[in-house]
């Protein structure tokens, strides 16, 4: 059982927008920040997200991450076939003393 | 350009030892935290510790503290994953991250800004 609840699945189809939650409680994202990673099928995960919306240095503008309270989404707008990944949250949890990562949302392009 | 090039596949048997590598090249290897991340079959992803290459000092997540070593050698810009004992629960991939700036703050709280990840270790453990 994740510290970080996101849901299984997610889907879309191209060009429309899709947003993933991610739900922690007061030991995690309701104290820090959240990062976001994507995953495509076979390769190492890629920081897409940092500090709750902060996109890294060529990731499109077309992913962006928000934060309040104890949730945060990742919000894909104008949907690729390329985008079809799993999707990670990430924050710092006090209770566990360690960083934390959510389930993982695979997301299907239709 | 920053890489972090990991040691390939094992298959061990359940009690055996083994160290895997990750190493570090186009940028400064001593100023960044490098961490572990563990990432079971079919399932998400895990922290499993990180080591600070200017001294190798580490910290471990309470869930793999004492069944692993983490550890690091400056002179060859790599860092390591240790067990002692395998068991047929650590079949997994394993992928080697670098902390990104701001990413552990001053009292210790680690920001999981892992800007730059292996390609990652398959690890297999089977009698």
């Known amino acids: 059982q994740s510290a970080l609840t996101q849901p299984p699945s997610a889907s879309g189809s191209p060009g429309q927008r899709v947003t993933i939650s991610c739900s922690g409680s007061?030991?995690?994202?309701?104290?820090?920040?959240v990062n976001w990673y994507q995953q495509l099928p076979g390769t190492a995960p890629k920081l897409l997200i940092y500090s709750n919306y902060q996109r890294p240095s060529g990731v499109p503008e077309r992913f962006f991450g928000f934060k309040s309270g104890m949730s945060a989404s990742l919000a894909i707008r104008d949907l690729q076939s390329e985008d079809e990944a799993h999707y990670f949250c990430?924050?710092?949890?006090?209770?566990?003393?360690?960083?934390?990562f959510g389930g993982g949302t695979k997301l299907t392009v239709l | 350009e920053v890489q972090l090039v990991q040691s390939g596949t094992e298959v061990k048997k359940p009690g055996e030892s083994l160290k895997i590598s990750c190493q570090g090249a186009?940028?400064?290897?001593?100023?960044?935290?490098i961490g572990w991340v563990r990432q079971m079959p079919g399932k998400g992803l895990e922290w499993m510790g990180i080591v600070w290459p200017g001294d190798s000092q580490a910290r471990y997540s309470p869930s793999f503290q004492g069944h692993i070593t983490i550890s690091s050698d400056k002179s060859f810009n790599t860092a390591f994953l240790q067990w002692s004992s395998l068991r047929a629960s650590d079949t997994a991939m394993y992928f080697c991250?670098?902390?990104?700036?701001?990413?552990?703050?001053?009292?210790?709280?680690?920001?999981?800004?892992?800007?730059?990840w292996g390609q990652g270790a398959l690890v297999i453990v089977s009698s």
């Open positions: 990430a924050s710092w949890d006090d209770s566990l003393n360690g960083p934390v």
């Open positions: 186009g940028y400064d290897f001593t100023t960044f935290w």
């Open positions: 991250v670098r902390l990104g700036p701001g990413g552990m703050a001053a009292d210790g709280v680690i920001n999981p800004i892992f800007d730059y």
């Open positions: 007061a030991s995690n994202i309701g104290s820090d920040t």
